[in-house]
């Protein structure tokens, strides 16, 4: 009797083998997930790290750090409602130091951010002010209260300005406004509440008595948060908070709960942090102007001696507020 050599598997075998692939899959997947994840955290870190160098190099020639934002109101207790504009942020003035010395020139910083000759230059993406953990690198369109048309189109970022540990609004100015302008207690002034970047600041060096191993600088913040760019500040543009968005869906054009909660236009460019609000918190706060990033459990933070440590939501509430000023004289302990 002769035997028959099987050419082909059973519909049994075949599903084993497909059951296999599939689990093997599955095991393989998450793994790939973590190493692009870390490429892309360290790429992160490195642009942050080349910003710290621009940003050392602009001191050195000038002697201080640009402005956070420059406007012509100079009023340090007007509030950035009362914004006049052209409001160039800290980013668009360190672009020579940043290797964008072709851009700079191509902007004419006595024109508002966006307007006119500067619509197109405002567009420009910059890979090194970006986060590739960010999928949301959409150009930003900035409304007025009016929500009707978009006032200006700006290219999306992700590093923002570290103002102190005052919510913009009130802490933009550097003079912090007390929420009760009759309690002075209610606010905290000079640099107990200040951080390195506000609107028309000056810090140097040396005015950052706290250390700058000890003082954040710069920050993250994802699109999935709320819009950032290099640009500056629109004066009277909204800056939604999409978290507050059930789900978050950025850029929605207005209105909705994300513009219910929308701050001025300087939380483009700025953010605070303080024991409340901790980077990256799992429940995401409202406010569009604080630290949050796509990286898993916290964020990664430019200090002042230019380097960058990644700091997690689990940070010691007083020691981060404490590392968003200048000059508080807080011990920080271990962060």
Known sequence: MTRQNRLAFTLIELLVVIAIIAILIGLLL?????????????????????VGLGLHNYHDQFNTLPPGYSDANNNPLVTPDGDLGPGWGWAAHTLPFLEQGNLFNQINFKVTVGVGVNATPVRQDLKILQCPSDPYQEAVSVYTSSFTTPVVTLAHANYVGCAGWIECFQG???????????????????????????????????????GLSNTIFAGERSGNHAPVTWAGAYPGGQTPAWHAEQP?????????????????????????GNAEHLPSPAFPIFDPDTFYSNHTGGCNFLLGDGSVRFIRSSVTPAAFQGMCTVGGGEVLGDF
């Open 248 to 272: 978050a869906r950025p850029n929605v054009p207005p209105p909705g709960p994300a513009y219910d909660n929308a701050d001025y236009a300087q939380a483009m460019v700025l953010s605070h």
């Open 30 to 50: 998450p793994a790939v997930q973590k190493v692009r994840e870390a490429a892309a955290r360290l790429t992160c870190t490195n642009n942050l790290k080349q």
């Open 172 to 210: 933009a100015t550097g003079n912090i406004i007390p929420e009760d302008p009759s309690d002075p207690e209610s606010g905290v002034y000079g640099p107990g509440g200040r951080g390195a970047f506000f609107r028309n600041s000056r810090t140097t060096f040396g005015t950052v008595t706290d």
